[in-house]
């Protein structure tokens, strides 16, 4: 182990600050970094801070862009699927309305927040939070607004919706006439420029420009806000952050009984969520039922092989993935080990990140139910199963999010100071 966080390039400073790391809790040394620069974590390799590599303004224009784009997105049908000669026009909302009128009142909620509200609810705070800090203006609320985008950005899921929107397009391909109309078009590109706004942002840099970190607090004394990563002292503990308003501890409260908890309800509806059908195509009177497995088996069967590997990983090997590795965590814990730490925090990390793609299957069913009602010819209705596993896949992504991977180091015995 070295003393100083590793460095991806030379350009390095005299002055050091100190940072603390998000994934072990590691109080470290850095220099202050210039562009193009990132400090990784010594012990975990996670990214400590990483240098402005786009100026805000480059962040704000995609973000307006996408703002704008989500009028045409939203208001306009995105397919229009025929069936001797019936033509059907669907918005996105068009996926909400008809899983409410069908019954489906648990599924709309998690497929109309995901896809429509909190996108929009993202992207209006965070257009306003760039738009402010374009201006010398730093009003007191500029904070707790960039820390409601932030936490909303995993809960926005334009880009899963395009994929469980393919998934559709494409099983429905197979059976009757669907194009994609007007606002599917501007959907991808909205979804495209959402991605652009994740990629080209850097919320470290934003966190800076709304409150610079005064590097003042010596490294015995470090304590991260949990959520804009500002380094404050100690006695700060339990109060609110000066920066983005959150509550300040050493470790997210009551993380393992939280975890332990949402896991333990994820797997319990984890049963019914592969065993009971997810769809039921009736086909003149007669109906099929399909499940969550049998939807990846039916893309071999056809011929689909990326497509079925895509809903296989995301609907059968991440929820898997999600509740395995989270156990094996909490065990961990209780066992007090060091072994693994570092794949653990790793696996920690992608699990984080991959969760959130769960929800093709989710979106594909509520397109599905909303695209293909034509009375008795054909009708696609969700079945039960659909909302035990929407379930399984907010369960398990609230308890990684509840879950703090720096109890882990905690637990072995690490020191958190270098
Ligand atoms: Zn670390
Ligand atoms: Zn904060």
Redesign the pocket.
Known sequence: MTDAASFHTAEIARDEDVLACRDCGLVQSTPPLHRSVEASCCRCGATLAREHRHPLSGGFVWAVTALLLAFPAYLEPIFDVSAVGIHHATRVDGTVTSLVSAGFLPLAIPVGLFSIAIPVLWLACLTTTLAVLLTPARPRWL?PMF?VATSLDIWAMPDVFVMGSFVAYTRLQAVTRVDIAAGGWAFLVFSFAVTAVRVVLDQHYV?EQIMPDTKAVSRDRSLL??????D?DQAHGGK???????I?HERKPGSLQRCTALIGAAYLLYIPANLLPVLSTVRFGRAQNHTIFGGAVELIQAGMWPLALIVFMASIAVPVLKLVGLTWFLLSIRARTDRNLKRRTRLYRVIEAIGRWSNIDVFMIGLLTALVNFGNLTTIEAQPGAIAFAAVVVLTMLASKSFDARLMWDAAGERNVT
């Open positions: 904070g820390r966190w806000c949990p959520h804009c990563a500002l404050v609110p952050c000066p920066r983005c308003g959150a300040i």
